[in-house]
């Protein structure tokens, strides 16, 4: 074999063991992106589900705290900017709906019968409402514009969070027992009921609050559950959700 032709040969074998070095090392590149993203993923995916599990335990202290008339925890639960403007002697007096801008919106529809809005001293003093006959009991939670709706129990639907984990919606089924007004029924009529109901939360300085919630949404019917929409729905729907399952929160 001539010297021109190794020189040939050579040449050729070196950018063949080139080529394969170099796609070589494109392999190794990408396996290792996909490994890295892999991890990220694996690593975010992770995160939710611990939040969704502090959200699950979070929810279910505010639900049990509402069947319970607890007001110092349903309270406590509100977001700080909440708090800064409604007290608890509000949110008790008004049983649970009390937005964080009720006053504000009393005003604005001063002229609509029934929106007046009685002064924190009052409702100091009026602790308990009265019953048909005018005997004083005890404020509870509302849950619905029919009084004869009974909460006992609640159960995990969902829950998705925002991907910056900044917002979040827990869907609750709630189970109980519903009368019919004895007053139409002449009689005592009762039933097992279900209803969903969805609670907004929102992150601040770290720990999860319900947050801040303006009127609530205009609905027919006396039973279904009433519920409020988020102030910012601007921020709300702009926010991507991740929905997580329940079955992904067991274990530790």
């Known amino acids: 074999m001539g010297k021109n032709m190794k ?3 050579n040449t050729i074998y070196n950018l063949k063991s080139n080529y394969s070095g170099n796609v070589l090392i494109i392999c190794v590149i990408f396996f290792v992106g996909m490994v890295t993203s892999t991890q990220a993923e694996e690593i975010i995916e992770s995160q939710l589900i611990e939040e969704a599990r502090t959200l699950a335990k979070k929810e279910a202290i505010f639900v049990n705290a ?6 110092g925890k349903i309270y406590d639960i509100q977001h700080p900017n909440f708090r800064k403007k409604i007290s608890r002697v509000e949110i008790k007096y008004l049983e649970g709906w009390a937005a964080y801008d009720y006053r504000e919106q009393g005003k604005a529809n001063a002229h609509i019968s029934g929106l007046f809005n009685p002064t924190v001293a009052f409702m100091k003093k009026n602790p308990n409402k009265k019953d048909p006959l005018g005997f004083p009991v005890p404020r509870k939670y509302r849950w619905s514009q029919n009084p004869f709706i009974e909460i006992k129990r609640h159960s995990l639907e969902n829950i998705s969070i925002s991907e910056d984990r900044k917002y979040a919606k827990v869907k609750v089924m709630l189970e109980g027992r519903e009368k019919v007004n004895p007053a139409v029924a002449r009689g005592l009529f009762q039933y097992d009921s279900k209803y969903t109901l969805t609670d907004y939360w929102e992150k601040v300085d770290g720990s999860w609050f319900i947050t801040l919630l303006s009127k609530p949404v205009a609905i027919s019917g006396v ?5 409020f929409v988020p102030n910012d729905k601007s921020g709300w729907e702009k926010a991507s959700f991740v929905e997580i399952d329940p079955k992904n929160l067991t274990g530790s």
Do not use: G, H
């Open 7 to 9: 020189k040939i040969i």
């Open 66 to 71: 509402r069947i319970k008339n607890d007001w």
């Open 223 to 227: 039973s279904v559950l009433n519920y």
